[in-house]
Nanobody
């Protein structure tokens, strides 16, 4: 069973930084991707960033390009999301998710991701 656990959320002022962590277990596939999504109140869940764990290639959606950076620690089975220059519109619940097999990572299609964490709240005050 694949399990993912997020941590690192919190309250931060605009312009500040946070680093989220996603520790996962149970993945035996050679090809897989770990992605970050977020959901603001009253809005649909949207993709933020992803990393293809077999190629190491990273992906970002336009709202976060240049501000967020995704990385991984193979030894710890952990993916990080470093978020800099945070804005109030970055507020939401951040989820990490795993897609097994070959997927088109930069499409950020929710249905590609079969396993999800419980989410961590990020609140950016103005």
């Amino acid at each position: 069973e694949v399990q993912l656990v997020e941590s690192g959320g919190g309250l931060v002022q605009a312009g500040g930084s946070l680093r989220l962590s996603c520790t996962y277990s149970g993945i035996t596939a050679h090809d897989y991707a770990i992605a970050w999504f977020r959901q603001a109140p009253g809005k649909e869940r949207e993709g933020v960033s992803a990393i293809n764990r077999s190629s190491g290639r990273t992906y970002y959606t336009d709202p976060v390009k240049g501000r967020f950076a995704v990385s991984s620690d193979n030894a710890k089975n952990t993916v990080y999301l470093q978020m800099n220059d945070l804005k109030p519109e970055d507020t939401g619940v951040y989820y990490c998710a795993a897609a097994l097999g070959v997927v088109i990572v930069d499409d950020f299609r929710l249905w590609d991701y079969s396993s999800w964490g419980q989410g961590t709240q990020v609140t950016v005050s103005s």
